[in-house]
């Protein structure tokens, strides 16, 4: 199954295309302005109804689920809260009457988020999966949802499922801006740059060479630092996830602007940053933070888009991925990272698709 490819998780970053195709294949309205769900179980004037939407996960379901929040929030203009499905089954949030429930899980067997779903419906909730286990405990338990198509995802670390549940979040967003204020000149837009993904990450794929000839330079590292704003923030806590779980290294996530509050203490020449810095309307608030590594001897790579121009020899890296719209830029903003933290653990030598400590899923508390 692994056919010329050394890993799973390479031969998974590599299939994303074809998974995100799948996502999306026969989810668009005819009129091309919106997306459509068969499996919602709701109807469009109870969805209409909702003043909320509620969504628990774990781990890179939980990034997927951030990344949803500022989408849908943009999109839709309805409230969205993101939890650890962990913290929510105890904390016994109050829940407002009209809330749209999600749980978003790749295996559908994640103990933590089967355990927030089965109690969000003892509170008499509806609660939706976004799932890619067919047949699996959440998919059969949960009273609607959606299926990722991705196909079987064997390597530990989670790649094209991820992507893959960022496009539905995408597309869920653009449903629920479609069904309130979002007109259809925007919707047709969303759609059109939806669609446009596969091949802006085909293309990005093809900056294999260069992202593995970064990744050897700082293999040798302990610490990073991953920085993002708005919907690039959770793409940050997923670089540093993926970079932690499959090459050991210490890496943490912040929204940019929050390094001034603490982390900005750890900067020096051997703690690197990875900076998300797409052409967009906080553009220079994130060089600023940039300069403010650069000033106390960060290392930089810097994530950014074509339409961009970052000041010369700032970033002593740059990955330098298509302009795209902001619904599909996380998609597209993973890929990189993805490969990154891959070419550095397999410098490492490290077990890419089998890490310690880990497991595909999480099935005891
Ligand atoms: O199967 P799930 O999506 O519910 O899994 C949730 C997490 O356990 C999972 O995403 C984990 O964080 C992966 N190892 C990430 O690569």
New binding site residues.
Partial sequence: ELGENPHYMLKEIFEQPEALENAMRGRFSADGSTSVFGGLNISVQDLRGMGRLMIC??????HAGMVTEYLVERFARLPVECDHASEFRYRNTPLFAKTLFFV???????ID?LAAMREAQRKGFQVLAIN??VGST?AREANGGIYQHAGPEIG????K??TS?LIIGAMLALHLGRIRDMSFRDGTEIVSALKGVPDLVRATLKQAAHIKAIAQKYAGFNDMLFLGRLELFPIALEGA??LK?ISYIHAEAYPAAEMKHGPIALINEECPSVFLVPQNEIFNKVVSSMQEIKARGGPIIAITTSDAELPEGLADDVITIPACHEAVLPIVATIPLQLFSYYVAVERGCDVDKPRN?A???TVE
């Fill in positions: 996960a774990c781990g890179t379901a939980l978003f899980s790749q295996s559908g067997e994640t988020t890619n286990g959440i530990v670390a989670s790649t499922a991820f549940q996830l993926k779980e880990l595909k899923s999480v």
